[in-house]
T-cell receptor, first 114, second 115 residues
């Protein structure tokens, strides 16, 4: 029972470099999310997807892009990394976005941008 | 505007004592309320939710939460704390009246249970 799997677990980038974070879920969930977690700020939604082939902006989308080419995968891209993007990134999925459907989270990717 | 407040950055409790982690919210419509727990270097795990019905909701690991509409609160409680309950706890709310199904998160409360 893998649930939500994120790769990589850790990454260090230099300013201006690019990278892609991969999220995979095996629960056949329609909805997938990317959050960033910073100390004292809780979780902030970057982008989300309501189904294969769809994406939408969340609260803090600038500097990030996403793609959902397959239902089970949700990719987060940083085209030109900045130190302000140093954070822990979490992917999550849910059966639906309505009412009572809880989120299932991956274990996170710790990204440092120098 | 929708918001969630967790007024305590940290809560310290002795093992065996009851614990409470506070959460208040502000939404325009009916709230769906959630508690999640995060252990070190792990993702968040769902603990419990309030959708409708009984104001006292029971969840995983012996936790429960009480929905109070008049005080717009959803405090997390446990009758007898364990050292293993030490973790970061997040409250979240979804405002179904606004047609926006995104979750609004509190900043988190660090719970420390001392032996």
């Amino acid at each position: 029972n893998a649930g939500v799997t994120q790769t990589p677990k850790f990454r260090v980038l230099k300013t201006g470099q690019s990278m892609t974070l991969l999220c995979a879920q095996d629960m056949n969930h329609e909805y997938m999310y990317w959050y960033r977690q910073d100390p004292g700020m809780g979780l902030r939604l970057i982008h989300y997807s309501v189904g294969e082939g769809t994406t939408a902006k969340g609260e803090v989308p600038d500097g990030y892009n996403v793609s959902r080419l397959k239902k089970q995968n949700f990719l987060l891209g940083l085209e030109s990394a900045a130190p302000s993007q140093t954070s822990v990134y979490f992917c999550a999925s849910s059966y639906s976005a309505t009412g009572d459907s809880p989120l299932h989270f991956g274990n996170g990717t710790r990204l440092t941008v120098t | 505007a929708q918001s969630v407040a967790q007024p305590e950055d940290q809560v310290n409790v002795a093992e065996g004592n009851p614990l409470t982690v506070k959460c208040t919210y502000s939404v325009s419509g009916n709230p769906y309320l959630f508690w999640y727990v995060q252990y070190p270097n792990r993702g968040l795990q769902f603990l419990l939710k309030y959708i409708t019905g009984d104001n006292l909701v029971k969840g995983s690991y012996g936790f429960e939460a009480e929905f109070n509409k008049s005080q717009t609160s959803f405090h997390l409680k446990k009758p007898s704390a364990l050292v293993s309950d030490s973790a970061l706890y997040f409250c979240a709310v979804r405002d179904n009246g606004a047609g926006n199904y995104q979750l609004i998160w509190g900043a988190g409360t660090k719970l420390i249970i001392k032996p």
